[in-house]
């Protein structure tokens, strides 16, 4: 049958293959493709940092004037709860001049927008603070944490490692000029070891 034939005209058969493969891979450019789906986790953290050595009390104001422009940003009925945290804590760490406010917003089919469009709604209010770096993201799930990393989920990260600290704190700035160069990035990039804390 079909099996004897194909034994029998094996060149035909190849060039039927790779004619077959060639127009396979001529379509690939057309299927879209992600690397991991987002999703909507219902929570929006936004991170506001100062700089380092800001005592706690300055900190707890400036969260107050976050708190007022979230407040204003989001629509009624779309924030089920809010948490403030400022400083480090004895968990995850953190320092004086670093607080949180993390957004638990109604389910999604609850509200009219994604969390994403939240974030980015608050995040365009927020960069218009002075004296502070702020930035804006929404929940990711425990998949994306796990995937991502517990400690931060920025997109992009770029590591650089030495012996040589101050070497290395060059190159993070060269690093981190380049990136803001780069169309499409919303946030200020972040250099994660404070210049002038001891470590």
């Known amino acids: 049958g079909l099996l004897h034939w194909a034994l029998s005209h094996r060149p035909t058969v190849i060039i039927v293959s790779l004619v077959m493969l060639a127009g396979t891979a001529c379509l690939y450019p057309l299927i879209g493709s992600e690397l991991m789906p987002k999703t909507d986790e219902s929570e929006v953290r936004i991170t506001v940092e100062m700089a380092v050595g800001t005592r706690v009390d300055v900190l707890s104001e400036r969260m107050r004037d976050v708190e007022r422009i979230v407040e204003e940003e989001l629509r009624p009925g779309e924030v089920e709860t809010r948490v403030t945290s400022i400083g480090g804590n004895p968990w995850g760490g953190g320092s004086s001049h670093v607080g949180e406010l993390r957004l638990v917003l109604v389910p999604v089919a609850e509200r009219e927008r994604s969390s994403e469009a939240v974030a980015q709604a608050i995040q365009k209010q927020l960069s218009k603070l002075p004296g502070l770096t702020a930035r804006t993201r929404a929940g990711q799930g425990l998949?994306?944490?796990?995937?991502?990393?517990?400690?931060?989920?920025?997109?992009?990260?770029?590591?650089?490692?030495?012996?040589?600290?101050?070497?290395?704190?060059?190159?993070?700035?060269?690093?981190?000029?380049?990136?803001?160069?780069?169309?499409?990035?919303?946030?200020e990039p972040k250099i994660s070891r404070d210049i002038g804390t001891p470590e």
Request: proline letters at 2%.
């Open 143 to 187: 998949m994306g944490r796990v995937m991502g990393g517990m400690s931060s989920s920025n997109q992009v990260q770029v590591e650089i490692r030495g012996y040589d600290l101050t070497a290395a704190d060059e190159l993070a700035k060269r690093v981190a000029a380049i990136v803001k160069t780069i169309p499409g990035v919303s946030d």
